[in-house]
């Protein structure tokens, strides 16, 4: 086992990990990543153009408001964004309507969020100030936002996290990547590459050593890789399966104070659009809600793709944790017969491609993003500290307003680098 000077070892190859490796090799240090998967990306999963008609996302696939980091890599790669247009129509189980943002009580939250100093759970935050019936649906709306749009629990998610989410209405500004996450990752990927970045595919850590004073790093089948430092990028359940040094696995102790929620993401294509000919009103429709087994659909609008992507977020997901591929597959069928009073077998007949990912089931993910308890910001300036030879990178490190998303990951891999190289 040989040990290089300057050797920073990077445990995965999605958006933080690479974005750190290509960071440190800018610096001209050297930089390896070690990724499970046969593919980079992690939670960004590109799906096969052929069976989609376009980089449909498996993962990630919107980019959440300004997102400087995302939006600047986006410029060096040459790729362009498109804003999400279009209208938001609900299903109250009887009919379809288009959503009315405005509530009553709007205001009302506002000045409440605006004056919150001690921070609690989005619950408890409802129970103390809008207990009444009056204030029912728009419980229902916060309560469906921070389980679906977060994938949190509002027993435990907290409020002065979300609070910019509200004051904004609920509805930050959001846009996909012509070519999709897939191709941002490809040019990171390549550039690190370019630069001089060892990627291994296929090779999942299990452990950091200590070697004297330097660390290094155990992977399946026995290889063992010294360095000098190690960044840790993996999503937060798998932190807990790799063997650390005890003084890295005491800091760990603090992640149990951040939130990790689940998605389940179908996508359905048909051979035409279907609900645009039996309605037409619904030409212009991007997201469609209802509380249907999954709840939150979405367009490709203005694409004219005959795609539509199921989504059900947060703890819910466990109640169809024993469905595999095909079962999400027909649930997802079944609740869009029910919102558009078709039969099962009537939207069936018109599929011509389809998947579902549970991104529970992923033995590398566990789950699908972080959110924020009102413990997290601590938790995070523990796990973000540069002292000790293990780090830790990735969107639950993230101290802005998108934890949990790429954008977080992006710049909290960029941030952990940038203390490596301030030292």
């Known amino acids: 086992m040989s040990v290089s000077p300057e050797h920073i070892v990077i445990v995965g190859a999605g958006a933080a990990g ?67 247009e279009g209208e938001q129509w609900s299903f109250d189980g009887t009919g379809l309507s288009r959503e009315e943002r405005d509530d009553p009580h709007e205001a009302e939250l506002q000045a ?42 509002p027993e435990r998610a907290s409020t002065l996290a979300l609070a910019e989410e509200w004051m904004d209405g609920g509805h930050a500004p959001q846009a996909r990547i012509d070519g999709g ?24 850590v299990t452990g950091v050593e200590e070697h004297g004073h330097m660390p290094a790093v155990r992977c399946t089948g026995g290889d063992v890789h010294g360095c000098d430092r190690v ?25 149990d104070d951040i939130g990790f929620g689940n998605v389940i993401k179908i996508l359905l294509r048909f ?15 991007t997201f469609l809600l209802s509380d249907q087994r999954i709840p939150v659909w979405w367009t490709q609008y203005p694409r004219e793709h005959a795609v539509l992507t199921g989504w059900f977020g947060g703890p819910g997901t466990v109640e169809l944790n024993s ?9 997802g069928l079944g609740s869009l017969a029910a919102v558009f009073g078709l039969s099962h077998g009537d939207v069936a007949r018109q599929l011509v491609a389809a998947e579902a990912i549970n991104w529970a089931h992923d033995p590398f993910a566990r789950g699908a993003y972080s959110w924020a308890t009102p413990r997290t910001r601590a938790a995070q300036a523990v796990l973000a ?26 710049a909290s891999g960029r941030e952990t680098a940038a203390m490596i190289l301030r030292e």
Request: with cysteine; proline share 5%.
């Open 18 to 84: 690479l974005m750190a490796a290509r960071e440190l090799a800018l610096a001209g240090r050297r930089a390896t990543v070690m990724e499970a998967r046969t593919r980079c990306g992690g939670r960004i999963h590109p799906l096969p153009v052929e069976e989609f008609g376009y980089p449909a996302a498996g993962g990630a696939e919107f980019v959440h408001g300004e997102a400087p980091v995302t939006r600047g890599l986006l410029r060096e790669a040459g790729l362009s964004l498109q804003e999400i």
């Open 112 to 153: 409440l969020l605006r004056n919150l100093k001690d921070d609690l759970p989005v619950a408890e935050f409802l129970r103390r100030h809008f207990a009444g019936e009056d204030y029912a649906p728009m419980r229902h709306s916060i309560e469906r936002m921070v389980e679906g749009y977060d994938a949190a629990d």
């Open 181 to 204: 996450y897939g191709a941002l990752i490809d040019f990171l990927a390549a550039d690190c590459r370019r630069r001089g970045v060892t990627i291994h595919l296929g090779c999942m």
């Open 231 to 255: 960044i840790l990028t993996v999503p937060l359940p798998l932190l807990r399966e790799i063997a650390l040094p005890a003084s890295a696995r005491a800091k760990l102790a603090a992640a």
């Open 271 to 285: 051979a035409k659009p279907w609900w645009r000919e039996r309605q037409q009103d619904l030409a212009g429709m």
């Open 323 to 331: 469905l595999d591929r095909q079962g999400l597959i027909e649930a």
């Open 385 to 410: 500290r540069a002292d000790g030879m293990v780090l830790y990178a990735g969107e639950a490190l993230y101290r802005g307003p998108d934890i949990g998303t790429v954008e977080a990951a992006l």
